[in-house]
């Protein structure tokens, strides 16, 4: 990059760079579609039906016509979403592209983010959400200017979903309740970042204000519920721990527990029905009818 002149400079961001920006910087006379024309044509040829397309793919089919001022913040951010895609781009730059979404738009705005990387983007976001950030692969943190960490982790942490999944649980059995406000759910409000990825892989689903499972989180977290309950029934009757602290021990293993693993504990135990605090253990595929 550095023995480029300008116009190569300008060349290769146009062809080989997305932008996406926290104040969308949309044309306001242009349409939803134009404007992502306006990105092929300073590339190559506009294509209309591409950029419909493109613009279809992030759930604004229906809003191709619309001007700027028609779209909430949500949906334009997701027109700069296709716009910066439009081309194909090898690398994405989003500068807190997430900053200005109330809930729900930051949920649909943070998955296909996460799509876009699976599908093998590159991508370099600036936040300063450190939820969002501990979504990255690689984390460098700055302060007053000046580089203080570099961090390289996974994307996000399979314990801390089955963690979380468990506070969902959790709080429907202690109120019986199907749905919470998600901002008086103290888990949420602390990762909120991870439950956005959760919402993106259909675990839980958040809108309008609230939260509650989809079916397959449901089952997800009846999965991890039972290895818990059962780690805890392991430990008090085969290690005599005392059911006061067994919540650690289970804790400390049940994540090493493989699907096979877990049914041998529990044709082991005889299928029980409670853990050692009394809370039922969902029934797996090796229990007898109930």
């Known amino acids: 990059m550095a023995r480029l002149g300008p116009r190569e400079r300008a060349r290769y961001r146009a062809e080989r760079v997305g932008f996406v920006f926290q104040q969308y910087h949309l044309v306001p006379y242009l ?10 044509y300073f590339h190559s040829l506009a294509d209309e039906q591409e950029a419909s397309d493109a613009l279809t793919r992030v759930g604004l089919g229906d809003r191709l016509r619309s ?16 716009r910066a895609l439009i081309n194909q781009p090898s690398l994405i730059l989003a500068d807190e592209p997430a900053g200005n979404l109330d809930e729900m738009n930051e949920a649909l705005v943070i998955s296909l983010f996460t799509e ?13 959400d450190p939820e969002i950030g501990r979504m990255a692969e690689r984390c460098i943190e700055l302060h007053h200017g000046h580089l203080s960490e570099v ?6 942490e399979v314990e801390l979903i089955d963690n979380l999944l468990k506070e969902v649980w959790h709080a429907q059995e202690d109120t019986g309740a199907r749905e919470f406000e998600s901002e008086r759910f103290a888990a949420f409000v602390e990762n909120r970042a991870t439950f956005l990825l959760m919402a993106a892989e259909e675990l839980v689903r958040l809108g309008d204000g609230r939260l509650t499972f989809t079916p397959l989180g449901e089952q997800r977290a009846s999965r991890v519920i039972r290895r818990h309950r059962l780690a805890e029934r392991l430990f008090c009757e085969t290690f005599g721990i005392d059911p006061d602290i067994v919540d650690d021990h289970a804790c400390r293993v049940e994540h090493t527990l493989s699907p096979e693993v877990v049914e041998k504990v529990c044709v082991f135990l005889k299928h029980p029905r409670t853990c050692p605090h009394g809370s039922p253990i969902p029934a797996g595929a090796c229990c007898p009818p109930r």
């Open 31 to 40: 349409t939803a579609v134009e404007n992502v024309m306006l990105a092929q």
């Open 67 to 82: 001007l700027p001022s028609e779209l909430s913040g949500g949906e334009q951010q997701r027109v700069c979403v296709a």
């Open 116 to 128: 876009l990387h699976r599908a093998g983007h590159t991508m370099v976001l600036v936040t300063h």
């Open 151 to 156: 961090s390289v982790f996974p994307k996000v």
